[in-house]
């Protein structure tokens, strides 16, 4: 009886009734047990018929597999004519399937210590620039909530008193990054400028004559019959463009090396006006590039990091609003610059969803792939008030790289796409180290990955970027071995002192 009493005691306790298992039970778990379930469900199922062809097997009399083997002897037209079917159907499927594109090495650009900018050297140049109060005051907004930190790297031409954006130094600076990085990349990956084949150079804001391919075939002396393409103005996901170039190219051109350069170039391209719409760049964006090495050498699989999976371009140019969100133009003084819309990030939300809509099929395991149908059913055809269905795409990469494009970016991503902060943590290192680089910013994000020694052979990465136009576009590649970071990554000398706090992650906290 008093045992009796003090279990009934103990039960009648709010703080130790038993515990309710429909609050208990994480549903992270269930939706984990449910993909692991359906990945494997053709496995399953399978297990059962492969017994019965087995005991079939084992119960099968010698005589008749003796007969079987007659009847064959005694057909050796029949034996033959399969034979020849299948060699001609395996030489077709050789010819006629897509040719792997694997990354063999890939250099990002690390600029002159004497080249940093932290905000008070910033600020002290906007003032002496001849900027009015409204305009510092708003850069200096900007600046504290930008993501940024304080040894970014701008051209020198650029801090100059007054500013040199002329001709010469625009090229200095292209040479200097672009040779900088290419350098290194040859070096690394032991290969001879001479055995380049195809080269693309993307840079959005500076195109000149001879263009930058021209530059560096010149400096390089590449071959005579080499491709080269020269892409301008595609914005910050040119980078993505330019690898899907360079795969199709690969598939037309056999045992060949493919160079990609992204790039973008300041020094012509900062502006010196009052419109705030204009200003935000020069907050922004920072000196860097990255030079990437492709091969379709099926040699070449062996030593290289990555193996190019898919490629996904989505365009919004048909759309007024998005053709224009980000536009170079004048302002009413007549200087030059970019101008970023109110609308941008809206627009970039619309592109993300088609982008993802194609991408998702190709990567996403069935059991997502079925949730989202499911609910996509509901909606249209039960007219049920649900809420749409977001895929879990860490189910289907365990990287992400996101244009450092800003902290805005990084943190509608995050939200819409219900990442992690590790997830997002090279996006947010990137752009607090190196600044908005644009299209050569997921090649920072990659290296800070890899000096954090995080990538493991078969790990899938998704880059993803936005650019003008509107475009969103999408790679993604396969880890073929554990990647450790390269001699000349630019993360070398600093990545014990990331990931850092910074200072719109303090301001986030405390909304």
Not at 132 to 148: N, P
Not at 155 to 161: D, F, G, K
Not at 238 to 266: C, F, P, W
Request: glycine share 6%; aromatic share 10%; hydrophobic share 40%.
């Amino acid at each position: 009886m008093a045992s009796g009493g003090a279990v009934d005691e103990r039960s009648s306790s709010p703080n130790r009734r038993l515990p309710d298992f429909l609050q208990s039970v994480n549903l992270k778990y269930v939706k984990l047990g449910y993909h692991y379930l359906i990945t494997h469900l053709l496995t399953l199922l399978l297990l059962p018929l492969i017994a019965v062809v087995l005991l079939e097997a084992i119960q099968t009399d010698p005589d008749d597999v003796r007969q079987l083997w007659l009847h064959l002897q005694y057909n050796l037209v029949s034996v033959v004519s399969l034979s020849a079917l299948l060699v001609f159907a395996t030489t077709v499927y050789l010819l006629t399937r897509p040719r792997s594109v694997y990354l063999v090495e890939y250099s990002c650009y690390l600029p002159p210590p004497e080249l940093k900018a932290p905000f008070s050297a910033f600020m002290a140049h906007s003032k002496a620039c001849g900027f009015d109060d409204s305009a510092l005051e708003f850069q200096r907004k900007i600046l504290e909530r930008s993501g940024l930190g304080e040894e970014t790297y701008v051209p020198e031409s650029v801090y100059a008193i007054p500013p040199q954006p002329t001709m010469a130094n625009a090229r200095s600076e292209a040479e200097q990054v672009m040779f900088g990085a290419l350098d290194n990349l040859f070096t690394s990956a032991g290969v001879n400028p001479k055995e380049i084949g195809i080269l693309v150079v993307n840079c959005s804001l500076f195109n000149p004559t001879p263009s930058l391919s021209a530059m560096i075939i010149n400096k390089y002396k590449l071959r005579g019959n080499i491709k080269s393409y020269n892409l301008g103005g595609m914005g910050c996901s040119a980078g993505v463009i330019s690898v899907d170039l360079a795969r199709k190219l690969l598939q037309v051109h056999r045992a060949t090396y493919a160079v990609v350069v992204s790039t973008e170039n300041m020094t012509q391209n900062w502006y010196f006006g009052n419109r705030k719409a204009m200003l935000i760049p020069n907050c922004l964006f920072r000196v860097g590039g990255a030079a990437v090495l492709l091969s379709n050498r099926a040699s070449d699989k062996r030593r290289a990091k990555y193996e190019l999976v898919h490629t996904v371009r989505t365009h919004r140019g048909a759309d007024d609003r998005a053709f224009r969100c980000v536009f170079q133009e004048q302002d009413d003084t007549g200087k030059t610059g970019v101008s970023l819309s109110k609308d941008l990030m809206a627009i970039a939300g619309e592109a993300l969803k088609i982008n993802i809509t194609t991408l998702g099929p190709l990567v996403l395991p069935i059991s997502e792939q079925l949730l989202f149908f499911a609910t996509l059913v509901l909606k249209k055809v039960f007219k049920l008030k649900i809420k749409p269905y977001i895929p879990d795409f860490k189910l289907a990469f365990e990287h992400f790289c996101i244009h450092a494009g800003g902290r805005a970016v990084i943190d509608e991503l995050e939200s819409n796409l219900q990442l992690e902060p590790i997830h997002v943590e090279a996006s947010r290192m990137t752009l607090h180290r190196f600044g908005n680089t644009s299209s050569s910013s997921i090649w920072y994000e990659l290296a800070y990955i890899e000096a954090k020694g995080r990538i493991r052979k078969g790990h899938r990465i998704w880059q993803i970027a936005f650019g003008s136009g509107f475009k969103c576009n999408s790679a993604v590649w396969k880890s073929l071995r554990n990647v450790k970071a390269s001699v000349h990554n630019p993360w070398k000398d600093c990545i014990d002192r990331y990931p850092v706090i910074t200072v719109d992650q303090v301001l986030a906290g405390t909304n």
